[in-house]
């Protein structure tokens, strides 16, 4: 079958690593069943794993891809959940030591077809197109969680998401405004400052501003770059939630002397359970909500949506479709 895989790492050059072509149908062990892919969705979690990040050189050649919806054996429209834990694992999936990601110890969704465990799969509502439910299963079902699971946010209170443009950002900014929150954003782009406020940003600022009032919580997918103005950014006892560190893990300071002071609360986020994909799925269903989505390729020339995510140039999703 046609896929999009890794046969290599490259740390300095991901792409030389990218390989489109033929691979093996997926193996479906027990319990297990295959989804015609529709749409898959790109992450920067693909690009980590052509640096060789969280990917071990034994699983090589790996297709790569956590994101997709198509059509279950029975010709079911559903969505994939990409967090695989293990058959004896019940409750949160996230907690699982042994979970694994799609394309990380089994073979990813950027194929014509993927195999998953049945209960990694979801409904999809007809109110959403294959290519939007493909965007949901890891940026989306991240900001989900982020929000409303680990940070408790409520209609009404104020949150800051750093770094707007990013995949799981366009996700922050979106969710939230649709959960009733006051929207603040950062980018170092002017542009996706603009289209920030487009998708439901109430105020944005250049990264690293000074912001009017502080906020509740703050959503980091960013890291170094932005830490310090992250918990600067926060009032007595909010709360920053982080779920990613693009720019390097290590700030020049921790400030454990603020975090302290003003009862800060730092929780980290990861990904999100079947159930939560669901009820993120119907919370879109409700409100009309729509992933913003930056381009839709044919997976045949993901290679240029690999290229756009590497030079930072997407706002909102790249996806890729087989017709
Ligand atoms: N824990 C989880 O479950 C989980 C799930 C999904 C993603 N993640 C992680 O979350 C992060 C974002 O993922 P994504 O797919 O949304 O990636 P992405 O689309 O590439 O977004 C990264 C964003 O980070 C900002 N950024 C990057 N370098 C920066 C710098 N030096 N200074 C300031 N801002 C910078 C950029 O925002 P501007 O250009 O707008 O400034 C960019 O749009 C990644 O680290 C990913 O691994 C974690």
Redesign the pocket.
């Known amino acids: 079958m046609f896929a999009v895989y890794a046969d290599s790492f490259s740390k300095t050059d991901p792409l030389s690593a990218l390989q489109l072509g033929e691979r093996p149908d997926p193996d479906v062990p027990d319990g297990w069943t295959t989804v015609t892919v529709k749409a898959a969705s790109l992450?920067?979690?693909d690009l980590?794993s052509l640096r060789g990040v969280g990917l071990r050189e034994e699983a090589l050649p790996m297709i790569l891809g956590c994101d997709a919806a198509g059509l279950d054996e029975d010709g079911n429209e559903v969505v994939v959940h990409a967090v695989i834990s293990d058959p004896s694992w019940s409750g949160d999936e996230t907690f699982d030591p042994k979970r694994s990601l799609l394309s990380e110890r089994y073979q990813g969704a950027m194929a014509a077809k993927v195999a998953v465990p049945r209960r990694n799969v979801v409904p999809k509502p007809a109110s959403l197109s294959f290519e939007e439910a493909a965007c949901l299963p890891?940026?989306w079902l991240?900001a989900y969680r982020m929000l409303f699971v680990q940070g408790g946010l409520k209609p009404g209170q104020t949150v800051l998401v750093q770094?707007?443009?990013?995949?799981?950002?366009t996700a922050l900014i979106t969710l939230a405004r649709a959960g009733g929150l006051q929207v603040l954003a950062t980018?170092?782009?002017e542009r996706?400052r603009a289209r920030a406020l487009e998708i439901g940003a109430h105020q944005v600022f250049e990264?690293g501003a000074r912001l009017p009032e502080r906020v509740d919580a703050v959503m980091e997918?960013?890291?170094a770059?932005?830490w310090n103005h992250s918990l600067r950014s926060l009032r007595p006892g909010g709360i920053v939630v982080i779920?990613?560190?693009?720019?390097g893990p290590n700030p020049d300071s921790t400030e454990l002397n603020r975090i302290f002071f003003l009862q800060l609360r730092v929780v980290g986020?990861?990904?999100g359970t079947s159930t939560e994909l669901a009820q993120l799925v119907s919370f879109l269903d409700a409100t009309g909500t729509k992933p913003l989505i930056d381009r839709v390729l044919p997976m045949a020339e993901a290679r240029d949506g690999f290229a756009a995510?590497e030079s930072?140039e997407?706002f909102g999703k790249v996806v890729f479709t087989r017709s």
Request: no cysteine; glycine share 20%; proline share 0%.
């Open positions: 992450n920067h979690h980590f890891t940026a991240t770094g707007a443009g990013g995949g799981v950002a980018s170092r782009d996706k990264t997918t960013v890291g770059a932005t779920s990613g560190a693009t720019s986020s990861t990904m995510m930072g997407v």
